[in-house]
């Protein structure tokens, strides 16, 4: 039985692991790194671009040539927040240089834990398995000119693709297995990472302090979900009440709010 990666305590104790860590990196940046240090709740100090925004995980590779934050998330975010993380990777370095030269390069990998809710700006729904931005000018012709190297890689497993190289497809495999299907995973063991993964967060291996602060993270999730669902019914009671004011009609009132028109009913006689 695996642990749930959709689970902050089981996601980092996975991705803490130097072995995990960089056979993760290898395989979806195609890049050797070796790191010292591997931090978790990253902060900067000063804060930049006036936000104290946290990485989940930070780690810089010994040569101090490479930084790379792996994020995990469950929700959208629109991803003004991942790209807002990512430029701030990059400026941060401007707090001790000299001049504008960027001597690190940044790499930013983000994993969604479930379906994209948000479309294009045409209105074109987003369903994309891996998702690429890189900071590089190219040509009129489309020539790119390698300046740079920074990254921004988006991986979401919920929306498979036959093209998705089979090193990735590894990684999203563990990912939506570990929450899917824990019980009975179908993953590379020939790969070392995803072998030390699958170790780590067996349930077997989990420590009691680490299944209780699983759990916790868990039932915050839950009372969040709850308190959320609250919100919008709450929001569209105000809604329904505001249309029964107007002398609008069950029919309208439920296509409108969604509510059944029973519900309705029942507002209309508290009123």
Known sequence: MLGNLDNEVIFKKAFTNKI?????????????????????????????GYVDFELDIFAESIDRRIVIEIQRIEYDSHFDRFLHYFL??????????KEYNIDQTVYVIVVLTAPYTINEKNGKPILDEVLLLELNPQTLKGEIRDLYGHQFVCLNPNHPNEDTPPQIRDWLDLIYQSIHNP??????????????????????NLTPEERAKAKNKEAAKIVLAKTEQHAKQEEKTEIAK??????????????????TPAQIDQLRTEI
């Open 242 to 259: 505001k249309l029964i004011a107007k002398g609008m009609d069950n029919e309208f009132i439920a296509d409108t709010t969604g509510l």
């Open 88 to 97: 701030m990777l990059i400026a941060e370095q401007q707090k001790n240089a």
């Open 20 to 48: 995990v860590f960089k056979a993760f990196v290898r395989d979806i940046l195609g890049i050797e790194i070796e790191v010292d240090k591997i931090e978790t709740e990253k902060r900067f100090d000063p804060k930049i």
């Open 183 to 204: 019980a009975r995973p179908i993953l590379n063991t020939g790969n070392e990472g995803i072998r030390k993964a699958i170790e780590l967060i067996s349930f077997e």
